[in-house]
Every structure is written in structure tokens, then in C-alpha cells.
T-cell receptor
């Protein structure tokens, strides 16, 4: 089954404690992204990756890091989480082609930073 | 810059009735895609319908259809014969092609409640 898998689905952590949210896709997609969803703001892109070892900032990259060492994996790293990073996070992937494409999303990670 | 505007934060509809969700977007691109995604309480993002900008014919998927007005930059979603399972947050999204890869932009969402 084609899917994007995020882990964990729920996470409560304390300010300053480094954490990683994993994302893996099994569709051989070149393009992967991280979004955060906040009430009234919709989905905002944090980082994206065009392929292995190629990443770039989205609209709200401050406080986040990513890596793309393998095509299927795109972890999101919060080295020193703060309460304003409490949010719902989504990983998404899609192929490089433009025709008939769509974004495939993971199940979401609800992060609370206290 | 591309922006996607959903001006209706919340809507409700009676079961079996029809409801229309609005979306407008701003772009200078000529070729692009538009999407409606559904997010039920499970939080999963599910593609509802997709429209290619160069196609004049409005897309339809069973009870879901769009009214795509390219000149007006409008992309509304019509849900016919609303069902309780349609209760969800709906996001309008725009995608353009870039040399660095396709880029998605999302609206702020419309929370739809179907009333029994």
C-alpha cells in the first residue's frame, strides 16, 4: 500500500529537549515536505526536499532542521523545542512530475511543548 | 507570491442538502493545479478533487464537483447530497511548477459540519 508514515503521532516534550519526528514514504517520490498546521493559519511549509541531499527552507523554517540522506526518509528535527512550536505537523511527498500529481500526506504528529 | 484564500472559516449543512465552499487564489502563473483536501477528525489529509488550470471543464468526483473560474481566480467546491461523513475541515490548495520542484500553497481551511 502506497503511504507516508510519520512517527510518533503524539508527542509531549519539555522546552529545550531535542526531538526528531520521522517520516518515510514507499512511493519512490523525489519531493518531500514538512508542514505545520495551526488554527486559522492553515498549512505552512517548514522545509522541503527535491531529492537526496537537496533541501531548502519553506515559509517557517526557524527552529527546525531536516535531512535527506535516503530517498524514502525525511526526518524533522527540533534541536531546542519551544512552546511556540506546539502544533500539528504533517509530512508529505509527491513525484517530481507535474502532470496528474498530488501530495500524499502522513497521519500527522501532534506535538506539545511545555 | 501565491496566496490561497478561504473566506468561510465555518459552515454547516443539513444532511442530504447541497453546500458550496469558496476558494480564491492569486497567481501570475498560467499553468497550475488546484486541489481540495478533506481532513476529518482522524486528521488524515485526503484528496477530494483536482483541477488542471488548462482544462476548462470542471472536475467532478461522485458527489463532489468544482466551479473553476480561471479569469476570476475562483475555485469553489460543491458537495451534493451531504452525508455525515463529510463533516471535516476542507483545505483548498494551489500547486505550481518550479525548476526546484512543484510547490503547494494551502488556504486556512473551512470547517464543515453536516447536521443530521
Amino acid at each position: 500500500e502506497a503511504q507516508v508514515t510519520q512517527n510518533p503521532r503524539y508527542l509531549i516534550t519539555v522546552t529545550g529537549k531535542k526531538l526528531t519526528v520521522t517520516c518515510s514514504q514507499n512511493m519512490n517520490h523525489e519531493y518531500m515536505s514538512w508542514y505545520r498546521q495551526d488554527p486559522g493559519l492553515g498549512l505552512r511549509q517548514i522545509y522541503y526536499s527535491m531529492n537526496v541531499e537537496v533541501t531548502d527552507k519553506g515559509d517557517v523554517p526557524e527552529g527546525y532542521k531536516v535531512s535527506r540522506k535516503e530517498k524514502r526518509n525525511f526526518p524533522l528535527i527540533l534541536e531546542s523545542p519551544s512552546p511556540n512550536q506546539t502544533s500539528l505537523y504533517f509530512c508529505a511527498s509527491h513525484p517530481a512530475g507535474f502532470m496528474n500529481t498530488e501530495a500524499f500526506f502522513g497521519q500527522g504528529t501532534r506535538l506539545t511543548v511545555v | 507570491a501565491q496566496t490561497v484564500t478561504q473566506s468561510q472559516p465555518e459552515m454547516s449543512v443539513q444532511e442530504a442538502e447541497t453546500v458550496t465552499l469558496s476558494c480564491t487564489y492569486d497567481t501570475s502563473e498560467n499553468n497550475y493545479y488546484l486541489f481540495w483536501y478533506k481532513q476529518p477528525p482522524s486528521r488524515q489529509m485526503i484528496l477530494v478533487i483536482r483541477q488542471e488550470a488548462y482544462k476548462q471543464q470542471n472536475a467532478t468526483e461522485n458527489r463532489f464537483s468544482v466551479n473553476f473560474q480561471k479569469a476570476a481566480k475562483s475555485f469553489s467546491l460543491k458537495i451534493s447530497d451531504s452525508q455525515l461523513g463529510d463533516t471535516a475541515m476542507y483545505f483548498c490548495a494551489f500547486m505550481k511548477q518550479r525548476s526546484a520542484g512543484n510547490q503547494f500553497y494551502f488556504g486556512t481551511g473551512t470547517s464543515l459540519t453536516v447536521i443530521p
